[in-house]
């Protein structure tokens, strides 16, 4: 079992910054591709991006390719997204989530954390 926990979402102005973190438990951590997913209300869980269990490849959506980042540390057991020149558009409940591959598809992930929001103010 990987239960997940996001931290870092907030507050910020259009073309700031954020880093989302992921901390994982359990021992399984390097088992797992993990992903970054967000919503809206009234939408469907959108997927953001991915990342393979060594960290090598990595996987965005369109619309946030070339200006977010995701990436793990195995010794902490940790995955990250660094999300540059945010938009208002990017605002959402952003969640992490764990499976066996990479796919855009919310369905094929095991586990979920609870979701941590990003507002973007224009």
């Known amino acids: 079992q990987v239960p997940l926990v996001e931290s870092g979402g907030g507050l910020v102005q259009a073309g700031g910054s954020l880093t989302l973190s992921c901390a994982a438990s359990?021992?399984?951590?390097?088992?797992?591709?993990m992903a970054w997913f967000r919503q809206v209300p009234g939408k469907e869980r959108e997927f953001v991006a991915g990342?393979?269990?060594?960290?090598?490849?990595?996987y965005y959506s369109r619309s946030v390719k070339g200006r977010f980042t995701i990436s793990r540390d195995s010794a902490k057991n940790t995955v990250y997204l660094q999300m540059n020149n945010l938009k208002p558009e990017d605002t959402a409940i952003y969640y992490c989530?764990?499976?066996?591959?990479?796919?855009?598809?919310?369905?094929?992930?095991?586990?979920w954390g609870q979701g941590t929001q990003v507002t973007v103010s224009s």
């Open positions: 359990g021992r399984t951590f390097n088992s797992y591709i």
């Open positions: 989530a764990s499976g066996t591959a990479v796919t855009d598809t919310a369905s094929a992930y095991n586990y």
């Open positions: 990342i393979n269990r060594s960290g090598g490849s990595t």
